[in-house]
Nanobody, 124 residues
Framework: QVQLVESGGGLVQSGGSLRLSCATS????????MGWFRQAPGKEREFVAT????????YYTNSVKGRFTISRDNAKNTVYLQMNSLKPEDTATYYC?????????????????WGQGTQVTVSS
């Protein structure tokens, strides 16, 4: 069983930055693809970014390209999401997820474990 705990969310003004962290338990972290998703009120959960087990491959949804950076530290069993130039439309609950047997994945169904989420609110 893998447990994921997100942190780093909060309230920030438009144009500001936040860094989300996702700490995981379990020895197999370095073998999992990791992803970040978000869900705004009244909307479906959407893909944000994913990173391969080695960190060598990353992929982003178009709306965050050039603003968000996903990274991981396998020694610390942690994945990060650096968010710059935040916009009000980035407001959502952000979830990290771990996927076995995939290199990178953009669909929620490919992930096996999920965190509880951390709230990000961007004011205009």
């Amino acid at each position: 069983q893998v447990q994921l705990v997100e942190s780093g969310g909060g309230l920030v003004q438009s144009g500001g930055s936040l860094r989300l962290s996702c700490a995981t338990s379990g020895r197999a972290f370095s073998t999992y693809a990791m992803g970040w998703f978000r869900q705004a009120p009244g909307k479906e959960r959407e893909f944000v970014a994913t990173i391969s087990w080695s960190g060598g491959s990353t992929y982003y949804t178009n709306s965050v390209k050039g603003r968000f950076t996903i990274s991981r530290d396998n020694a610390k069993n942690t994945v990060y999401l650096q968010m710059n130039s935040l916009k009000p439309e980035d407001t959502a609950t952000y979830y990290c997820a771990a996927g076995r047997g995939v290199v990178v994945a953009t669909t929620a169904a490919r992930y096996d474990y999920w965190g509880q989420g951390t709230q990000v609110t961007v004011s205009s």
